[in-house]
């Protein structure tokens, strides 16, 4: 009964017009802040596409968001009283322990300026880093993010971006599709390199320009291998060289060219078993 008789004392104990003011504010700082902000990104966003490039743009928002939402925070703490010479000194405080606990995303954050400086690639690049290929989808301060052929995520810290070997594969407007051909021996050398040359000649998706590469390479331990190469559009280069692959192919058939494969001989092992045996020499 005492409680129930103190509920009230206790409530405008806490619930005080001061506190109220304090929830209020800080609930219209929220309520404004957060679409000022969506309103910022935005703007800035339409303002750098036509004047920036996609990685520089996307940067550039991302940067004008996170300070949006730095400062919206700034502003609730110094509404409960923290003031920013405070937040300042405690930053201080644990900077150094910061500081050695983030020595790979300052790393990261290092490279993934030197990418944004140098641009050995953009957002919508195919790139190829060790074994990993894939669309560039973002480029960010601390990592890259690839989406692969089969709809991997793939996320790439930028400080194996500077270390590693990146080939960018659609960087120019043109490639060559690189095809590999072997041949028989027996097969008319010159009769196998006029048959490619037909192949190349008649590929829809082939360039005229620059003239493709038909070169024999090397003796094998099956047939002469020939390198084969038709230059084609970034855009069109997979599909360009499964179209070659098969008109080759159906190119050797039509003209009975043989395409070698390794042969392997099996010995019958009753062979040895019905050998008489030599008899031993006396000594």
């Not at 990993?132 to 973002?138: C, I």
């Not at 005229?208 to 084609?232: K, M, R, T, Y």
Request: hydrophobic letters at 45%.
């Amino acid at each position: 009964m005492l409680a129930v008789l103190n509920a009230p004392n206790l409530l405008s104990e806490y619930i005080t017009p001061e506190r109220i003011s304090l929830v209020v504010r800080v609930a219209l700082i929220i309520l404004i802040g957060i679409p000022v902000i969506r309103l910022i990104r935005n703007v800035v966003r339409k303002l750098t596409k036509e004047r920036l490039s996609a990685q520089s743009g996307q940067l550039l928002v991302r940067t004008v968001y996170y300070v949006s939402i730095l400062i919206m925070l700034i502003s609730i703490l110094n509404e409960f009283g923290f003031k920013l010479s405070a937040l300042l000194g405690a930053a201080g405080v644990f900077g150094i322990a910061i500081g050695f606990a983030s020595q790979t995303s300052i790393s990261n954050i290092i490279s993934g300026i030197f990418l944004i400086s140098e641009k050995p690639f953009v957002i919508g690049d195919i790139v190829q880093i060790g074994t990993t290929l894939g669309f560039v989808e973002s480029i960010d301060l601390l990592s890259i993010k690839l989406k692969t052929p089969d709809n991997r995520f793939v996320r790439v810290p930028n400080e194996t971006m500077i270390k590693t070997e990146v080939m960018n594969i659609t960087r120019y407007p043109i490639r060559r599709a690189n095809i590999s051909v072997s041949v028989s021996y027996n097969e008319d050398l010159e009769r196998v390199l006029a048959a490619l040359a037909e192949v190349a000649a008649n590929e829809p998706l082939a360039l005229a320009e620059p003239a493709p590469l038909i070169q024999p390479d090397s003796f094998g331990d099956s047939g002469i291998n020939i390198n084969f190469g038709v230059w084609g559009k970034k855009d069109d280069i997979f599909p360009l060289k499964t179209s070659l692959m098969l008109a080759i192919k159906k190119k050797f058939n039509q003209e009975n060219i043989e395409i070698p494969y390794p042969h392997l001989t099996v010995a019958n092992l009753g062979d040895f078993n019905n050998k008489p045996n030599k008899p031993n020499k006396e000594v």
